[in-house]
């Protein structure tokens, strides 16, 4: 069983800066996906950015030009680095890791984003 440990959440102001890591417990070999996604009080969760193992990246447009996703594969770790967040951002943030060969899905436990106006 895969385990996602996320860290990296916090309080900040509007305008400001975070950068969420996720680190698998263990490398997946085959092609698969990373990602983050998030969920504010009241929502479904939803998409904010993931790349794939050889590195496609893919974003919401609400984050596209002030979040950057990336990924480190000897280190079985994604990170998130959120720029210009906004009180919109506020949500707790999950990571989310899809190997392409069993379609499993694998979450972690969410981190919680707050931006402040």
């Known amino acids: 069983q895969v385990q996602l440990v996320e860290s990296g959440g916090g309080l900040v102001q509007a305008g400001g800066s975070l950068r969420l890591s996720c680190a698998a417990s263990e490398k997946i070999v085959s092609f698969n996906t990373m990602g983050w996604y998030r969920q504010a009080p009241g929502k479904q969760r939803e998409l904010v950015a993931d790349?794939?193992?050889?590195?496609?990246?893919n974003y919401a447009d609400s984050v596209k030009g002030r979040f950057t996703i990336s990924r480190d594969n000897a280190k079985n770790t994604v990170y998130l680095q959120m720029n210009s967040l906004k009180p919109e951002d506020t949500a707790v943030y999950y990571c989310?890791?899809?190997?392409?060969?069993?379609?499993?899905?694998?979450w972690g436990q969410g981190t919680q984003v707050t931006v402040s106006s």
């Open positions: 989310k890791l899809l190997p392409w060969s069993t379609k499993v899905v694998y």
């Open positions: 790349v794939t193992s050889i590195g496609f990246r």
